[in-house]
């Protein structure tokens, strides 16, 4: 067994440096290298953190000094550098989304499984935070051990995602179809979505209402109604958006048993004393309702650093195989949902899941090439090869 298992964190910006000081709190873990095609960024941060630097991802993974990847750079690249390190034998680690569309986050996860036919203990996991957190673990905790009994609606109203026109003006690659892939749903819900179907499951049909640019002047989503139905009948509702202020983060998850009202760190359960559904075909009252109990369920503490927790838990599974708190294959479902939403609203009709992959990547290359956004322009990183260049 390693002492320590050597790392590069590839990309540089918001998320990836925070990541290599992450990284040198781990014991277990050595920051081994740092990468970024920016070469005046990785030269800065090798340079700081004392470690080797690339501007290239292809000669980061070739390094015989890595023994795995954090790859943090903008989405659309989170798929060549995934499935080129993996097939040489590296561990991955990659930020959220795993992917833009379905069509890609399926490659990652063929990737996967076939250079684990050469490297078996390989380890392919996502930053999903979230899913560390007390909060969410109690949630999981309740719907799994069966405390709502039948499910039949989840909620989620997610609007504190507010934005200025100003954000955005700040350019990049963010809220561009060629550069992100999309908007709110793409950028500020993944970890919402993940959580969605962490905690009650994928639904079968998927019904989408966007506003693409509606209170922003930018050329993809800033506001979302997504409707879905799940095959044991339960209804799921996920509302956002980046233009409300106050916004909301209330989750309402209902079962047979009562309801939760996740919102504002506390989680309420309204028990109640019988089913429901029973109490529908039982009672003989008209206007009867089910006596129920207001209980704030308490939940464990974090360790604060949930970042921090995904990448031990990483490290501990490439050294001692650990199970994964987010395997990355399963990150294809929020992107499918986000996809799905997206579809769904230009269609203007529902979208069946599994989404059909192939047309969806089609469709949003579509939406790519009447971009307003420059392909070219540095400012918006699209889609390109290992050595930077555009492919699309
Ligand atoms: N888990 C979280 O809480 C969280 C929070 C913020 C961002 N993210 C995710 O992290 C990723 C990066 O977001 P960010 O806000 O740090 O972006 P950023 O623009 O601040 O940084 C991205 C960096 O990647 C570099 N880069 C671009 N293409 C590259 C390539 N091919 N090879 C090497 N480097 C490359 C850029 O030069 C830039 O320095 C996104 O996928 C985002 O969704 C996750």
Same mark, same amino acid.
């Not at 014991?27 to 690339?54: H, M, R, S, Y």
């Not at 009672?283 to 308490?298: Q, R």
């Given at each position: 067994m390693k002492d320590k298992i050597k790392l590069a964190v590839i990309g540089l910006g918001n998320m990836g440096i925070p990541h290599t000081n992450d990284i040198q709190q781990?014991?277990?873990?050595?920051?081994?290298?740092?990468?970024?095609? &920016?070469?005046?960024?990785?030269?800065?941060?090798?340079?700081?953190?004392?470690?080797?630097?690339?501007t290239n991802a292809q000669e980061c993974i070739n390094s015989p000094e890595i023994d795995g990847?954090? &790859?943090a750079t903008p989405h659309y690249f989170h798929t060549p550098i995934a499935i080129e390190a993996m097939m040489?034998?590296?561990?991955?680690?990659t930020e959220k989304p795993i992917a833009v569309h379905a069509a890609d986050a399926q490659k990652m996860i063929a990737a996967y499984y076939k250079a684990a036919e050469k490297f078996?203990?390989?380890?392919?996991?996502?930053?999903?935070?979230?899913? =560390?957190?007390?909060?969410?673990?109690?949630?999981?905790? %309740?719907?799994? #051990?069966g405390e709502l009994g039948k499910l039949i609606r989840t909620t989620w109203i997610i609007t504190d995602w507010f934005r200025t026109q100003y954000y955005y003006d700040m350019g990049g690659w963010r809220a561009t179809w060629q550069g992100e892939g999309g908007g709110v749903l793409l950028n500020q819900c993944p970890h919402n979505l993940d959580l969605y179907q962490w905690l009650v499951g994928m639904p079968a049909k998927v019904w989408g209402f966007t506003g693409i640019g509606k209170y922003h002047h930018i050329e993809v989503e800033d506001e979302v109604t997504g409707y879905f139905e799940h095959e044991n009948g339960m209804v799921g509702h996920f509302i956002t958006t980046t233009a409300e202020s106050p916004g909301s983060n209330r989750l309402e998850i209902v079962g047979e048993n009562g309801k939760l009202v996740c919102e504002n760190n506390s989680i309420l359960f309204y028990r109640n004393r019988t089913s429901m559904l029973d109490a529908i075909h039982q #009672?003989?009252?008209?206007?009867?309702?089910?006596?129920?109990?207001?209980? +704030?369920?308490?939940y464990p503490a974090? +360790?604060?650093?949930?970042?921090?927790?995904?990448?031990? $838990?990483?490290? $501990?599974?490439?050294?001692?195989?650990? +199970?994964?708190?987010?395997p990355a294959p399963e990150g294809i479902h929020s992107v499918s949902l986000g996809n799905a939403?997206?579809?769904? #609203?230009?269609?203007?009709?529902?979208?069946?899941m599994p989404i059909d992959? $192939?047309?969806?990547? +089609?469709?949003?290359?579509? %939406?790519?090439?009447? #971009?307003?956004? =420059?392909k070219n322009s540095s400012q918006n990183q699209g889609p390109t090869d290992m050595t930077g260049s555009f492919t699309r």
């Open positions: 781990i014991p277990n873990a050595k920051l081994a290298a740092v990468c970024d095609i &920016i070469p005046e960024k990785a030269k800065q941060a090798g340079t700081k953190l004392g470690v080797p630097f690339f990847l954090v &790859i040489n034998g590296k561990h991955v680690l078996p203990k390989l380890v392919f996991a996502a930053m999903f935070q979230q899913r =560390t957190l007390g909060y969410w673990r109690k949630v999981k905790d %309740l719907i799994a #051990s #009672s003989k009252k008209a206007f009867d309702k089910v006596e129920n109990w207001p209980i +704030t369920i308490p974090d +360790t604060g650093h949930p970042h921090r927790d995904i990448l031990q $838990n990483f490290v $501990n599974a490439i050294q001692v195989n650990e +199970t994964l708190i987010a939403i997206l579809y769904s #609203s230009f269609q203007e009709k529902p979208v069946r992959a $192939n047309a969806y990547e +089609t469709f949003l290359n579509g %939406l790519c090439e009447k #971009s307003v956004f =420059t």
